[in-house]
C-alpha cells in the first residue's frame, strides 16, 4: 500500500500560523517599547514635580510596567498549542499504519476554502476524519448538555462540532465516499472515553486507536481499495501549509 505521498506532517500550518503570530507580537513588541519608555518618563517627570521624587519614580515605573504587560498580552500562541496537539495524536495513529491496513494523511486543505483537516484516516472501515483539539486543563471536562450542547468545562462547544461536522462533510465532497467525524481530546476528560454527538463522536485521545480499530469493516474497502482511495485523497487534498495565505 505505497503510493507518491506528498508532504505529510502533521500540525505543519498550525506551526506555521505559529511563528507568523509570533513575528506579529514581536513587531507589536518594538514598536510599544519607544513609546511606553516616553510615556512613563513623561508621567514620572510630572508627577516628581508634584509629589516629590520618590513617589514619582514609582509612577513612572507602574506606568512602564503597564505599557510592557499590554504589549506583551498573555504570552500564550493557541497555534503553538494547536500544533502541539496534532503532533500527538499523529504519535497515536501512526501505529495503525505499520501492517499497512489504513493511510493517515494529516494537515490537508479543504479545496477553496481556508479550513484544513487535521487528520484523514483510511482504512478498512472507510473514511474517517479526526479533529484534534487539545484542550488543555486536565481539571476540565468535557460534557454533552441536556440540549444536546457540547461543553469543555465552562465553554460551549457547538460553533466547534458544527465545524467539525462541516469539514467531514467537505472531504466527502471532494473525495466521493462518506467520513465519519471525530474530534480527538488531549487534557479535558472525556467520560467514559467517548460522546456521541448529532455526527460527530468525541474520544479521549490516549483511546483514539483503540476506537477506529473496533469500527466494524465497511463493505468493499479492501486494501487496494484504501491504496486507491489514499492516492485520490493525497492529490485532491494537498498539505495545508504549502499553499499561500
Known sequence: ??????????????????????????????????????ASI??????????????????AAAALATG?????????????????????TARILAPLTWLHRYVVLHDRAIPRSRANLDHLIIGRAGLLY?????????????RLASDGQLWYGRF??????????????????????PVRAVIAVHGARVPGGLIQLDGVTVVQARKLRRYIRTLPPAPG????????????????LPPAASRSW
Request: glycine share 8%; hydrophobic share 45%.
Open 1 to 38: 500500500m505505497k503510493f507518491a505521498r506528498r508532504r505529510n506532517r502533521a500540525g505543519a500550518s498550525a506551526k506555521q500560523m505559529a511563528r507568523r503570530s509570533s513575528a506579529s507580537r514581536n513587531h507589536r513588541i518594538a514598536l510599544a517599547l519607544p513609546v511606553t519608555g516616553v
Open 42 to 59: 513623561a508621567i514620572g517627570f510630572l508627577v516628581t514635580q508634584a509629589l516629590g521624587v520618590a513617589v514619582g519614580a514609582a509612577a
Open 68 to 88: 510592557l504587560m499590554q504589549a506583551l498580552g498573555s504570552g500564550k500562541n493557541s497555534w503553538s498549542t494547536g500544533a502541539a496537539g496534532e503532533r500527538r
Open 130 to 142: 479526526v479533529d484534534t483539539k487539545n484542550w488543555t486543563s486536565t481539571k476540565s471536562q468535557v
Open 156 to 177: 460551549p462547544q457547538g460553533r466547534a462540532a458544527a465545524t467539525v461536522r462541516w469539514e467531514a462533510d467537505q472531504a466527502q465532497r471532494v473525495l466521493g465516499w
Open 221 to 236: 474497502w479492501s486494501r487496494e481499495m484504501v491504496s486507491e482511495t489514499a492516492r485520490v485523497a493525497d492529490t485532491r
